[in-house]
C-alpha cells in the first residue's frame, strides 16, 4: 500500500530558527515522484520542490533544502533561519508512475513565532 | 496568465439539492484532478481525469461525479450533498503525470458547506 506520513502535525519554533518537516513514504513501486507544497493563511497551494525516485541528490533553493534518503523512504524538509512569513501548512505529495494518483501526507502546520 | 479556476469560492447550501462546482484550466494540461481538504487529513483526491472522456476514482469519490468533455473544464458534481461532504475542495491540473512529473497548479479553493 502506498502511504505518506508527516508525523509532525503542529511545530512552533521562534524565528530564526532552524526547523526541518518529516515525511515517510510507502511504495513498493520503482519509479515515483515526491513532491513538497506551502498552504499559506491565504489557502493557495503553492508548489515547492519535485522529485523523483532516481535522483537522490539533497537540493537547496535559498533557506529551503530538502534531504532524500531511499534508505529510509524519508523526503525531510528544513527551512534554515525561519522567518513569520514561512508560516503555513506544509504538505508533501507521492506519485506513483504507473497510476497517476497522488497520495498527499496530512500535513504540517508550522507556526513562526516572532 | 496561467490558472486554474474554481467557481464558487464559497457555497453553503442544504441536504439533497444539487450542486456544481466549475474547474477551468487555461493551460492545455492534460491531467485534471479533484480534492478535498478536511482538517487532521490532509488532502484527498476524490477523481481525477488524465484526458478527456478519461476519469478514474481517486481516494474519496464516494458520493461525487465529474466529467471531462472539454480538455479545460472538469466540474464536480454532488448529486444529493450531505454535511460530511462540507470541506474545503481544491481542483487542480498537470500536463501529465506519468511522464512529465510536472507539478499541479492548483485553484484557489472552494469552501462548501452542507446544512
Known amino acids: 500500500a502506498q502511504k505518506v506520513t508527516q508525523a509532525q502535525t503542529e511545530i512552533s519554533v521562534v524565528e530564526k530558527e532552524d526547523v526541518t518537516l518529516d515525511c515517510v513514504y510507502e511504495t513498493r513501486d520503482t519509479t515515483y515522484y515526491l513532491f513538497w507544497y506551502k498552504q499559506p493563511p491565504s489557502g493557495e497551494l503553492v508548489f515547492l520542490i519535485r522529485?523523483?525516485?532516481?535522483?537522490?541528490q539533497n537540493e537547496i533553493s535559498g533557506r529551503y533544502s530538502w534531504n532524500f534518503q531511499k534508505s529510509t523512504s524519508s523526503f525531510n524538509f528544513t527551512i534554515t533561519a525561519s522567518q513569520v512569513v514561512d508560516s503555513a501548512v506544509y504538505f508533501c505529495a507521492l506519485i506513483m508512475n504507473r497510476d497517476d494518483k497522488i497520495i498527499f501526507g496530512k500535513g504540517t502546520r508550522l507556526h513562526i513565532l516572532p | 496568465e496561467a490558472q486554474v479556476t474554481q467557481n464558487p469560492r464559497y457555497l453553503i447550501t442544504v441536504t439533497g439539492k444539487k450542486l456544481t462546482v466549475t474547474c477551468s484550466q487555461n493551460?492545455?494540461?492534460?491531467?485534471m484532478s479533484w480534492y478535498r481538504q478536511d482538517p487532521g487529513l490532509g488532502l484527498r483526491q476524490i477523481y481525477y481525469s488524465m484526458n478527456v472522456e478519461v476519469t478514474d476514482k481517486g481516494d474519496v469519490p464516494e458520493g461525487y461525479k465529474v466529467s471531462r468533455k472539454e480538455k479545460r473544464n472538469f466540474p464536480l458534481i454532488l448529486e444529493s450533498p450531505s454535511p460530511n461532504q462540507t470541506s474545503l475542495y481544491f481542483c487542480?491540473?498537470?500536463?501529465?503525470?506519468?511522464?512529465?512529473?510536472?507539478?499541479?497548479?492548483f485553484g484557489d479553493g472552494t469552501r462548501l458547506s452542507i446544512l
Open positions: 493551460m492545455n494540461h492534460e491531467y
Open positions: 522529485r523523483n525516485s532516481f535522483d537522490e
Open positions: 487542480a491540473s498537470s500536463p501529465s503525470l506519468g511522464q512529465g512529473n510536472q507539478p499541479q497548479h
